[in-house]
């Protein structure tokens, strides 16, 4: 608890004792009167203050509004100890609902406990700890067994086991060594490890991640969005309400019956109608319900960027993937070159020159497979052309290397290859060199992954690649994916997902997951935009929605439960607040429910949607 709720805790237990006390006195009168004022003010005088405030801003209709009208009635009307308990529940709610969500928050903080205190530099032979705001890129730091990593960087000296947890979920440890990259958030378990700084501490994975969690709760859902119109109405048509309670019978029963008016009772049956109303369960419940789910879903290493994606995640229909390094490594093997004018080293050796500048997966495993360093001075001019490949000057010779529709568009004539695979193609010079058949390896857990969304009530999987269509289908027949579609450029991606989003009906959603890799633009066009593989890859965190640490396709089912769990749990204590007020306004306006019945319900509700929102913190295993 902190000193404000502390000091709270001690008004109301004052009150209470004071209550305690003055109800079993015999007073009378003004006695009365006065003696009850002094639990009153010391449990309510907040309250007042804020009510009167609002009257003054003009911003009338609230909840302290609400509560001191309630109250002061009450006392007017002589039921003192009605009064001052109604304000002392009212309190006792405030004060619970304050410590939960200081709870809550304190929680995902826990979770995402990853922010480093500090950077240990060494100078003149001792460490030194600095702010990690403090250290420039390219510092060297060292990071002791048990310490987090500060900033990312790359490993200069040591070897040891890191800890990813805080980061992906992931419970195993990752080796490292020198010459490894390391993002910072993991923890180092066992060596002791020196790192150069590629980044800055603001610029670090750590930090983009927090930055991206606190924002996270500006960015409302629908149903928070509704709730606070809602109130907007629904507090001033209570008020008009209660208002109309106090004066209608009383006159009808005067004028049209002929009886006693009994303002009186009437009153007392408007103030606790009042009393009843005030709708601080929804209120507050709506959005810890959301920031549970959001912490929640953090916790198991996938990141939410706001309360409104994860109510779109919850309503996904359709799940649209790209192929390489989504489903597939997009780590490719060699596994032949064929039909080559040269041998097969220098074609390879050409191929890999030619890929030097590209960071696309196929370039990657071909500068790998060449396994030398690359001398940058004998290549010129180099053009990537997306979704085709890329062409340069090697050596003075102009070589092209990528897939048939390069080709084509260079008028070359290239030979096909039946094997399963992906090719490709190089021509120098204008002619055709031969190709290198590669071929990538599906994720462990891609077939799973699938068969888990049309668990989790997927009603359809498409796979969009720019790879060959034989390749597609392969992984598709594979996988158990749907529908494929196959040979697209990066720009048919786009029009193929608006296609989809055409197709599908009412509040249906649709997500694609991509790597951030050359996908940004059908990441942003869909209605929720999925990134995997997220460490290390800032293009992934920039343009995603939804952020899955690790490169574990079984995620993406595991990040849909949560958001439906949240939004069912949302649900839940809307329909149960609004439920049960209907109820006691019904039994207030009857005459049947008093105040106290009122603000049990009132405080009670509160309690229990609370409790249940937090419910949205903990995921299922599968
Ligand atoms: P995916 O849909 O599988 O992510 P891309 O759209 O990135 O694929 O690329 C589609 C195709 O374009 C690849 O299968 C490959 O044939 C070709 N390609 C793209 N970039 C390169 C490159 N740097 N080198 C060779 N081929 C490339
Ligand atoms: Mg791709």
């Given at each position: 608890?902190?000193?404000?709720?502390?000091?709270?805790?001690?008004?109301?237990?004052?009150?209470?004792?004071?209550?305690?006390?003055?109800s079993?006195?015999?007073?009378?009168?003004?006695?009365?009167?006065?003696?009850?004022?002094?639990?009153?003010?010391v449990?309510?005088?907040?309250?007042?203050?804020?009510?009167?405030?609002?009257?003054?801003?003009?911003?009338?209709?609230?909840?302290?509004?609400l509560?001191?009208?309630?109250?002061?009635?009450?006392?007017?009307?002589g039921?003192?100890?009605?009064?001052?308990?109604?304000?002392?529940?009212?309190?006792?709610?405030?004060?619970?609902?304050?410590?939960?969500?200081?709870?809550?928050?304190?929680?995902?903080?826990?979770?995402?406990?990853?922010?480093?205190?500090?950077?240990?530099?060494?100078?003149?032979?001792?460490?030194?700890?600095?702010?990690?705001?403090?250290?420039?890129?390219?510092?060297?730091?060292?990071?002791?067994?048990?310490?987090k990593?500060?900033?990312?960087?790359?490993?200069?000296?040591g070897?040891?086991?890191?800890?990813?947890?805080?980061?992906?979920?992931?419970?195993?440890?990752?080796?490292?060594?020198?010459?490894?990259?390391?993002?910072?958030?993991?923890?180092?378990?066992?060596?002791?490890?020196?790192?150069?700084?590629?980044?800055?501490?603001?610029?670090?994975?750590?930090?983009?991640?927090?930055?991206?969690?606190?924002?996270?709760?500006?960015?409302k859902?629908?149903?928070?969005?509704?709730?606070?119109?809602?109130?907007?109405?629904?507090?001033?048509?209570?008020?008009?309400?209660?208002?109309?309670?106090a004066?209608?019978?009383?006159?009808?029963?005067?004028?049209?019956?002929?009886?006693?008016?009994?303002?009186?009772?009437?009153?007392?049956?408007?103030?606790?109608?009042?009393?009843?109303?005030?709708?601080?369960?929804?209120?507050?419940?709506?959005?810890?319900?959301?920031?549970?789910?959001?912490?929640?879903?953090?916790?198991?290493?996938?990141?939410?960027?706001?309360?409104?994606?994860?109510?779109?995640?919850?309503?996904?229909?359709?799940?649209?993937?790209?192929?390489?390094?989504?489903?597939?490594?997009?780590?490719?093997?060699?596994?032949?070159?064929h039909?080559?004018?040269?041998?097969?080293?220098?074609l390879?050796?050409?191929?890999?020159?030619?890929?030097?500048?590209?960071?696309?997966?196929?370039?990657?495993?071909?500068?790998?497979?060449?396994?030398?360093?690359?001398?940058?001075?004998?290549?010129?001019?180099?053009?990537?052309?997306?979704?085709?490949?890329?062409?340069?000057?090697?050596?003075?010779?102009?070589?092209?290397?990528?897939?048939?529709?390069?080709?084509?568009?260079?008028?070359?004539?290239?030979?096909?290859?039946?094997?399963?695979?992906?090719?490709?193609?190089?021509?120098?010079?204008?002619?055709?060199?031969?190709?290198?058949?590669?071929?990538?390896?599906?994720?462990?857990?891609?077939?799973?992954?699938?068969?888990?969304l049309?668990?989790?009530?997927?009603?359809?999987?498409?796979?969009?690649?720019?790879?060959?269509?034989?390749?597609?289908?392969?992984?598709?027949?594979?996988?158990?994916?749907?529908?494929?579609?196959?040979?697209?450029?990066p720009?048919?991606?786009?029009?193929?997902?608006?296609?989809?989003?055409?197709?599908?009906?009412?509040?249906?959603?649709?997500?694609?997951?991509?790597?951030?890799?050359?996908?940004?633009?059908?990441?942003?066009?869909?209605?929720?935009?999925?990134?995997?593989?997220?460490?290390?890859?800032?293009?992934?965190?920039?343009?995603?929605?939804?952020?899955?640490?690790?490169?574990?396709?079984?995620?993406?089912?595991?990040?849909?439960?949560?958001?439906?769990?949240?939004?069912?749990?949302?649900?839940?204590?809307?329909?149960?607040?609004?439920?049960i007020?209907?109820?006691?306004?019904?039994l207030?306006?009857?005459?049947?429910?008093?105040?106290?019945?009122?603000?049990?319900?009132?405080?009670?509700?509160?309690?229990?949607?609370?409790?249940?929102?937090?419910?949205?913190?903990?995921v299922?295993?599968?």
């Open positions: 608890m902190n000193k404000k709720q502390k000091k709270v805790l001690f008004r109301i237990i004052l009150a209470a004792v004071l209550i305690a006390v003055l079993f006195l015999p007073l009378k009168g003004y006695l009365k009167f006065g003696l009850f004022m002094v639990p009153y003010l449990i309510g005088y907040d309250i007042l203050i804020k009510a009167g405030k609002g009257i003054l801003n003009r911003q009338v209709f609230d909840e302290n509004f509560m001191a009208v309630a109250t002061v009635g009450a006392i007017i009307l039921d003192y100890k009605e009064g001052v308990a109604v304000m002392l529940f009212y309190q006792i709610g405030e004060l619970f609902q304050s410590y939960a969500v200081g709870r809550s928050r304190r929680n995902i903080s826990e979770l995402m406990d990853i922010r480093p205190d500090y950077a240990n530099v060494e100078q003149n032979g001792t460490l030194e700890k600095v702010d990690p705001d403090e250290v420039k890129t390219g510092s060297i730091i060292v990071v002791q067994p048990g310490e990593v500060p900033i990312d960087g790359i490993i200069t000296e070897t040891s086991s890191l800890n990813t947890s805080a980061l992906t979920g992931e419970s195993l440890p990752r080796e490292a060594g020198v010459g490894d990259e390391i993002i910072s958030g993991c923890i180092n378990m066992t060596g002791v490890l020196k790192i150069r700084t590629t980044k800055e501490f603001g610029e670090s994975t750590v930090s983009k991640i927090l930055d991206m969690v606190e924002n996270a709760s500006s960015k859902s629908r149903s928070e969005n509704f709730i606070s119109r809602f109130a907007r109405i629904y507090t001033p048509a209570v008020c008009y309400g209660a208002v109309a309670l004066v209608l019978p009383p006159l009808v029963r005067m004028l049209a019956m002929g009886l006693t008016p009994e303002w009186g009772d009437w009153i007392y049956r408007a103030l606790t109608f009042l009393v009843i109303s005030c709708p601080c369960a929804l209120v507050i419940s709506i959005p810890l319900s959301f920031f549970a789910g959001i912490g929640g879903a953090s916790r198991e290493g996938v990141l939410v960027k706001g309360s409104n994606y994860l109510e779109i995640l919850s309503q996904v229909k359709y799940v649209v993937f790209d192929k390489t390094g989504t489903m597939t490594q997009g780590v490719f093997e060699v596994n032949g070159i039909h080559n004018e040269l041998d097969k080293e220098t390879l050796e050409y191929a890999a020159l030619a890929e030097s500048a590209s960071s696309h997966p196929i370039s990657v495993s071909l500068k790998k497979a060449y396994g030398k360093a690359i001398d940058r001075t004998r290549v010129e001019d180099i053009k990537e052309i997306s979704g085709n490949g890329v062409t340069a000057n090697v050596d003075g010779k102009s070589v092209a290397v990528g897939n048939t529709k390069l080709m084509e568009s260079l008028g070359v004539a290239y030979k096909d290859c039946h094997q399963v695979g992906t090719i490709v193609h190089i021509a120098i010079d204008g002619a055709y060199a031969g190709h290198i058949l590669i071929s990538d390896t599906i994720k462990a857990h891609a077939k799973e992954a699938i068969l888990a049309h668990k989790a009530g997927i009603a359809n999987t498409i796979m969009l690649t720019g790879d060959r269509k034989n390749v597609a289908d392969y992984v598709a027949e594979e996988l158990g994916i749907q529908t494929v579609y196959s040979e697209l450029l720009a048919d991606k786009v029009t193929k997902v608006e296609e989809l989003l055409e197709r599908k009906e009412g509040k249906e959603k649709l997500a694609f997951v991509g790597d951030g890799i050359n996908d940004a633009p059908v990441l942003s066009r869909a209605d929720i935009g999925i990134a995997m593989g997220a460490l290390g890859s800032d293009a992934a965190i920039e343009a995603a929605d939804v952020v899955l640490m690790d490169d574990d396709p079984l995620k993406i089912s595991k990040a849909i439960r949560i958001s439906k769990k949240c939004v069912r749990i949302v649900y839940e204590n809307i329909y149960f607040a609004i439920g007020k209907i109820i006691c306004l019904i207030g306006a009857l005459g049947i429910a008093n105040m106290w019945l009122a603000i049990f319900a009132d405080v009670g509700v509160m309690v229990i949607a609370v409790l249940n929102a937090i419910r949205a913190l903990f299922k295993k599968l």
